[in-house]
């Protein structure tokens, strides 16, 4: 493989690193045009890639491509930034330029593998790749045997530096992250969640023997949810209205933290009784005075939210408490399930069936009746576990992994009162410092920091 410098030839300008090829053949490599941050487009470079690998595949590949300009640094360092510039964009080459605002600029991050982003060969007159370089090379490796003396303390001293900007830059993509609200989800976002967690959406029937049920109308409707729906005697109906951050998400491996509340829960009891919202929630409810498209990206965002934040297999229902009555759920090949009651009465005889308990089930899982798909729903986030692929190669490599992995939260407490409860009174600035110096503390607590018997806290 060999590296290509200069203008690449002309190529056709409508297509572009995510569009959907209506090609039948399938590519198994890309190449894809790269530049490192504030060098100009002259300078580009060109790798190809099977579409296999992941971001630190891909990493090498370049780190391998650029020698030895990039010997001074480990690949884990390279910050890969997904962009479709032109090659005469006048921001390029511009190092004071904001990647992520101004070139739009999304981060190449795990578990997505090169095939998941490059659908197609994308567009030949762009640049595909921005390589961002860290402020400093990578500390030098340990000595083969530690010894007492300056070189074993240096090293010791860049190592926890190091992992304290692996903090430093995660609280900083933390501070600058978009945000969501539930209420306004638009398309765009919803298609940019369910790529990144690699969830389709598919249509289903569901059958159920008809009853004389029959839904009187949206009049008090907790009420008359109640009222029309029986649900078992472990579960109870709840209206989380006063609880607008019900649903807030601010995980370090999305695109973007989510926030909003739902307008009716059907959650366990057990959880209820000690004030659990969140972990009990079996079914969520999205009313609307008239049900619209743009509402579906609401209704389903919900339900990965609701997914994500219980400990059971959690269906959703976009309803007008009228005529329409849609369905959603997770199924196990990772699609996002869809069904339109035929009627109010129907509507009704699903959400009872669905709601019905199974000696059988378990939390994620749920197995009422295999020849219900509503009641074969699975909880994706809790069953799989996590969604990290491969193993690392080395120590830095396993923490660039544990900091991306799903469901972190660097949202740490005091022991007497909880810190978070005072950010509405503090800077952007104070907030960081006070979650860094957090951060400290806790790498300070954990023993793989603490070198050897004489180590002593700088917090004691």
Known sequence: MTKKRGRPPNTSATSSPTATSSSTVTITETTLFCLVHDKPPSSFFSVTVGN??????????IKKENEPYLDNFAHW?????????????????????????????????????????????????????????????????????ITEGESSYKWSIDTFNETTQQFANILERQTKKPKASLSTMNQTLLDELLKHLGIRRATSVITVDPTDKNFDGPFRYMSYLRDNITIPSTLVWYDPKFKRDLLNINDISFPYSISG???????????????DYRSGIRAVFELKKMVQDQDTSQAISELIATNI????????????????????????D???????????????????????????????????????????????????????EGASENEMESLDLFFNRPKVQFEFEDDVANMKDMFDKMTESEIKDWKMRRALKLLDETPGFQLDKNYMSMYL
Not at 309 to 331: E, G, K, P, R
């Open 261 to 275: 509340t739902a307008d009716v829960l059907i959650m366990d009891e057990s959880y209820y009784n000690v004030l």
């Open 77 to 145: 360092q390279l910050k890969l930034w997904i962009v479709d510039i032109p090659f005469d964009s006048p921001n390029l080459g511009d190092s004071s330029v904001n990647i992520a605002n101004v070139l739009q600029g999304r981060e190449f991050l795990p578990p997505n593998k090169v095939g998941d982003i490059f659908t197609t060969q994308p567009n030949g007159n762009n640049i595909h790749i921005i390589v961002e370089l860290p402020t400093s090379p990578a500390p030098s490796k340990a000595p083969s045997k």
């Open 334 to 388: 990772r699609a996002v399930m869809m069904f339109r009651a035929i009627n109010s009465s129907n509507a009704l005889d699903i959400i009872e069936k669905a709601v019905n308990e199974d000696s059988t089930s378990t939390a994620t899982t749920t197995t009422i009746d295999p020849n219900f798909p509503i009641g074969t729903r699975i909880n994706h986030f809790h069953h799989l576990g996590n969604l990290q």
């Open 309 to 332: 934040l219980s400990n059971y297999a959690v269906f959703a229902v976009l309803t007008d408490l009228n005529d329409t009555w849609i369905f959603y759920w997770l199924s196990n």
């Open 52 to 61: 296999h690998e992941n971001i630190n595949g891909l990493r090498k590949l």
